[in-house]
């Protein structure tokens, strides 16, 4: 699932579902979502026109 309005507290990160998840049902587009760290498993984000990660 992808967020946006990516916020960082610590070792977490939160942001607003953005897409309709597909492997899981307990979040909707829209939500605010909360996940450390840790748990991230793939991540991608775009500054200056410059994509990084993936």
Do not use: H
Request: proline fraction near 2%.
């Amino acid at each position: 699932m992808r967020l946006a309005d990516l916020r960082q507290e610590n070792a977490q990160w939160s942001g607003v579902v953005n897409n309709i998840p597909r492997m899981v049902s307990n979040v909707q587009v829209g939500q605010r979502f909360t996940i450390a760290r840790k748990d991230i498993s793939n991540w991608m984000y775009m500054e200056n026109g410059k994509i990084f990660g993936g």
